[in-house]
Every structure is written in structure tokens, then in C-alpha cells.
């Protein structure tokens, strides 16, 4: 059971893990992204993060992925609301995130994947944000 409480504050990335839909599990990002997860116990949550794409057989490239709007809590399940977005096409949806905390990390699954397609599992770690 997650809880608004148990996620009010900011939250630094550490790590992405995609999954596709035969199971492979990859890292799409090279070291050192960043981004910030910010929840506020009024119920809004914004999320921004940059990081170096890994693409095969080519350079990489810098992918730079923001959303924001209200959120809630359902059972395991975070969900955010999105009002304004850096991919036009998931404003006025809502992205379901399984929701835990292990470690003193967040973990935030997404299946399917926003960029994973069918069958995908996004991984995301978020650790507390540090001042």
C-alpha cells in the first residue's frame, strides 16, 4: 500500500531498466542522468529528467522527458494526471504507476512502457533528493 505521505518531497533518479516484451532487460541510458520527481502533499507532481539515449550502432543522444498534474494513490498504485507534458500526446492521460518503496528507494513500474511499446516494463529507482 502506498500512501500521498509516503511520497510527498523530492526525488532524484538513479536508474532506468526496460524490459521488452520477450523479456530482455536493457539499460537504454548511458551514466549520469538526471531528473527530479517532485510529489507536494497538496496533491501535484512533477517529474523532469535528461539523460543520454544509448542507440545502437550509432552516437547517442540527449532525450530530455517531463510531465506534470495532480496525483493519487490507489492500493500499490501511484497516478499521475497529466496536464502538461514534453510528448504532446499523453496530456489529458493517466499514467498508472506500480508503486514501491524498498531501500529507501521509490521504484515506479510502467507497463506497458511509454517507450518500451506492447509487452514493455519501464523500471525507474528514484532515491530521496538530498539538500
Known sequence: MIETKD???AWTIEAFKLTDGK???IEPWEPGATGY???GAEGHMAALITAREKIAGAASRTTTLGYSGPFE???????????????????GTTQR???????????????PSLVGGPGSKAE???RRAQK
Open 7 to 9: 511520497l510527498v518531497g
Open 23 to 25: 523479456g530482455v532487460t
Open 37 to 39: 520527481l517532485v510529489y
Open 73 to 91: 494513490c490507489k492500493g500499490t498504485h501511484v497516478l499521475h494526471h497529466v496536464t502538461v507534458a514534453s510528448q504532446p500526446g499523453i496530456v
Open 97 to 111: 504507476r506500480e508503486a514501491r518503496l524498498e531501500d529507501g528507494r521509490l521504484i515506479l513500474i510502467s507497463a
Open 124 to 126: 525507474l529507482f528514484w
